[in-house]
T-cell receptor, first 110, second 112 residues
Framework: DAGITQSPRHKVTETGTPVTLRCHQTENHRYMYWYRQDPGHGLRLIHY???????DKGEVSDGYSVSRSKTEDFLLTLESATSSQTSVYFC?????????FGPGTRLTVL | GDSVTQMEGPVTLSEEAFLTINCTYT??????LFWYVQYPGEGLQLLLKATKADDKGSNKGFEATYRKETTSFHLEKGSVQVSDSAVYFC???????????FGKGTKLSVIP
């Protein structure tokens, strides 16, 4: 299995609070991605990174920001969480077209 | 833009039955095609892939063939087991793209 960990694995927070999710890899892969998974929508890309300090938006980036200061870490921040951001968040890594996924973080915004 | 359509679930089969999950796609150029599997409470695992036309991906008894002429990548298994119960996602990585495009997933339940 690809060496990808996500933290925390579960989080409950309140509307309006900031939240940061962490993705850590031990594979030294160049590309890292954040997806959210919601019933009826499959997985949708939030943001991705193609190198240290190089990031770009995906299809559902509103309300989210990311940072990548080291190859191994990719952070996803919800500046002010809303109930619509209740979801399961997955990190993925790749060196080519094949992506490998982490175990996910279940986030509930009350 | 790129899109993936896979058969709606849920699908319920008896153990040892034959499985087909249909997947068709729309993309420009020659995308790479994937099947991922998600077991309850877990992340997505790569099941198999094919990167060019007529390639066959296979793993754990599952197979899928990249059919350019029908823009399809149907997943098949000759004899399913209870342990195959999961959600299956078809996905593509388009030429010149930066992301995977997923189908909405098909939930498979296999009963003894």
């Amino acid at each position: 299995d690809a060496g990808i960990t996500q933290s925390p694995r579960h989080k409950v927070t309140e509307t309006g609070t900031p939240v940061t999710l962490r993705c850590h890899q031990t594979e030294n892969h160049r590309y890292m991605y954040w997806y959210r998974q919601d019933p009826g929508h499959g997985l949708r890309l939030i943001h991705y990174s193609y190198g240290v300090k190089d990031t770009d938006k995906g299809e559902v980036s509103d309300g989210y920001s990311v940072s990548r200061s080291k190859t191994e870490d990719f952070l996803l921040t919800l500046e002010s969480a809303t109930s619509s951001q209740t979801s399961v968040y997955f990190c993925a890594i790749s060196e080519d077209v094949t992506q490998y996924f982490g175990p996910g973080t279940r986030l509930t915004v009350l | 833009g790129d899109s993936v359509t896979q058969m709606e679930g849920p699908v319920t089969l008896s153990e040892e039955a034959f499985l087909t999950i249909n997947c068709t796609y729309t993309a420009t150029g020659y995308p790479s095609l994937f099947w991922y599997v998600q077991y309850p409470g877990e992340g997505l695992q790569l099941l198999l892939k094919a990167t060019k036309a007529d390639d066959k991906g296979s793993n754990k008894g599952f197979e899928a063939t990249y059919r350019k002429e029908t823009t399809s990548f149907h997943l098949e298994k000759g004899s399913v087991q209870v342990s195959d119960s999961a959600v299956y996602f078809c996905a593509l990585f388009g030429a010149g793209s930066y992301q995977l495009t997923f189908g909405k997933g098909t939930k498979l339940s296999v009963i003894p």
